[in-house]
């Protein structure tokens, strides 16, 4: 019988991982279906739970779902433990297990789809919501010289950096917007929602150092504010169209135990986009 997931969100009608699980799925020669399920805002649970009954074996969780489906995991990864939210379910055999990929797919774009090494260099993490949350733990593994979290609300970005102090080595710090002027950066990423909003966050001048990389978790056809301004001012900028293609080869490795290859998906997305 072929084994059924789902992404489950809302909104969830714009989502392109059905069409990244069926490609997937046909290059590693897996018999899954995978559909796209609208949760209502106060139905998660209920949505979770009538899927499992319908023989769904997984699910991917999306906005605004990614902390509920944390509490709602029976087991869960460390990975997923440390950032507080799920992205990814397996319903094994009596339970629900969460993992999280997010963070793992935004390293996996850096370091192999654009050859953005991590280590060493100087990270400026815009945000302090669940993407920056989800992303701060595989960013910390890869050995930063220095990661500041910055964020509109400066207390959450000081949450934060109290929560990951440990996995850090004393290299994380978190500065307000307007604290961060006269400091430069290799890295810069974008995990705030402003993109959505058409804006871009209101970041001080001369923070890009010389070929540094601005990153905006999110994807359009065109730059993002957040690029645009980079690219602006020199910054060499990538969106997070490789992200969502990494993280969803991860929740794959996670439910089916295989690990697809990632770059022709990519670029088919690249051009459809
Ligand atoms: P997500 O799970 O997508 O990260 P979230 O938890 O609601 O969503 O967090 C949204 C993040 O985007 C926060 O860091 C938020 O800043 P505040 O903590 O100050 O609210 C940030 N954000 C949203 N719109 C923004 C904007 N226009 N400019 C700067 N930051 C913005």
Redesign the pocket.
Known sequence: MTDRYAVIGNPVAHSRSPDIHAAFARATAQDIEYLRLLAPLQGFAAAVESFRGADGRGASIT??F??EAFRLSDALSDRARTAG?VNTLRFDPGRIYGDNTDGIGLVRDLTQNLGIAVAGRRVLL????????GALGPLLDQNPASLVIA???EM??AELAVHFASAAAGALAALS?AALSGRQFDIVIN????S??G????LPGGLYAAAALAYDMMYAKHDTPFMALARAQGAQVADGLGMLVEQAAESFFVWRGVRPATGTVLEALRRAC
């Open positions: 906005v605004p990614k902390e939210a815009v945000g302090a919501g669940g993407a920056a949350r964020n509109r609300t959450r970005a917007f995990a705030t929602a402003a959505l909003a804006e871009a966050p209101p």
